[in-house]
């Protein structure tokens, strides 16, 4: 890296120069030349110069270039020492989801680092078992199965937490955010109803109380849906609680949105139980931060009739409005200052076998 690009990196840095100013300024135009990073990186792994690492993931972070070409030198400078940079190099990783990283995240989170001594909460650790949380493959869960048993009380709770996230492919699992009173589920509106919902603590005259309204218990899905409150009509994202009592009835009640042939007579039999039901469930690919799919499935609970009305009037506990949380986190995760104790603790949510069957947990 020259000595002019690097002043221009710094002047990117500093916010004195914009980055169309840096596009046209720079030795090529990285967006169309993603490989030209790569190279300077390469460069910076090879001539271990600290600063020239930090000035090219900093690049890339800026335009978005990762891809998985740069999986191998990342791999290859998440392992050296002389560097800083490990941190934002594991959310990269985590990013990418290649099964070719699984190893160095791996010796990455069970490697102490000098400069990392003060770090208490071992983020560094905790982002590589992320990272190998949402690759999700069988080496990459039987990687957190190790972690899993370490004498580190924040490494071993981490990779537990992996592992029950992540589960075989296709794997039905309800996570959530629960006590033994509550059951939080989300729900994004535009303003006007939320400020309705906010104001009155339930929904008001804006809410159509005729139309079938879904609630979801995997706060990540509900921002993949939303596209963190950033899509139209649902710039709010508001955290209801709900009393288990009526969300263990809701589930009981559930008609599953695609025909299975192991639960259902008939295409008929489910046709008519679809068409009388109050509660229509459905099963999606769950989603990390970046929107992508993760191994388990997410579920959507699509209440009508008389099911709406007994989540507005006797179910409904308390409404937070969460918009501002939402896009603190957005902004965290767009500026590569993400950490995993801002997402809200979910865990799997106990379902009875009976009621399992009916939601096509269990065959």
């Not at 729900?187 to 603590?201: C, P, R, S, T």
């Not at 209801?240 to 039999?269: H, M, N, P």
């Amino acid at each position: 890296m020259t000595i002019a690009e690097q002043h221009l990196i710094e002047q990117l840095m500093s916010g004195s120069i914009s980055k169309a100013d840096f596009l046209q300024s720079f030795t090529v135009d990285v967006v169309q030349n993603p490989n030209y990073m790569l190279k300077l990186l390469g460069e910076a792994y090879t001539g271990k110069r600290a600063e020239e690492v930090e000035y090219s993931l900093f690049i890339g972070f800026s335009f978005d270039l990762f891809t998985t070409d740069y999986v191998d030198i990342l791999c290859k400078l998440i392992g050296a020492d002389w560097h800083v940079q490990h941190e934002h190099i594991a959310m990269i990783l985590q990013k990418l989801r290649s099964p070719a990283s699984i190893e160095s995240l791996y010796q990455t989170a069970i490697t102490p680092l000098d400069y990392l001594d003060y770090d208490d909460s071992y983020a560094l650790a905790v982002k590589c078992i992320w990272a190998l949380g949402d690759i999700g493959t069988g080496e990459a869960r039987r990687k957190l199965k190790l972690l899993a048993g370490s004498d580190n009380e924040i490494i071993r709770t981490n990779a537990l937490q992996q592992l029950e996230r992540t589960a075989d492919a296709g794997d039905k699992i309800i996570m959530a955010h629960y006590n033994k009173q509550t059951v939080r589920v989300y729900q994004a509106y535009n303003h006007k109803i939320a400020d309705e919902a906010v104001e009155l603590g339930q929904f008001g005259p804006s809410f159509k109380i005729d139309r079938m309204t879904w609630i979801k218990p995997s706060f990540l899905w509900m921002m993949y849906r939303s596209g963190w409150a950033t899509k139209t009509d649902q710039e709010r994202i508001l955290a209801i609680d709900i009393t288990r009592e009526g969300f263990d009835y809701i589930l009981s009640q559930v008609v599953l949105s695609s025909y299975d042939r192991d639960l259902y007579a008939s295409r008929k039999e489910w046709q008519t139980k679809l068409q009388a039901s109050q509660v229509r469930c459905q099963w999606d690919p769950d989603r990390d931060i970046y929107g992508n799919k993760l191994p388990r499935r997410a579920v959507q609970l699509g209440l009508r009739g008389g099911m709406v009305h007994n989540y507005i009037h006797k179910w409904m506990v308390e409404i937070h409005d969460i918009t501002d949380y939402v896009a603190d986190t957005r902004g965290a995760i767009r500026a590569g200052k993400f950490r995993t104790d801002l997402l809200p603790e979910e865990t799997p949510y106990p379902v009875e076998n009976s009621i399992k069957r009916t939601l096509g947990m269990i065959q």
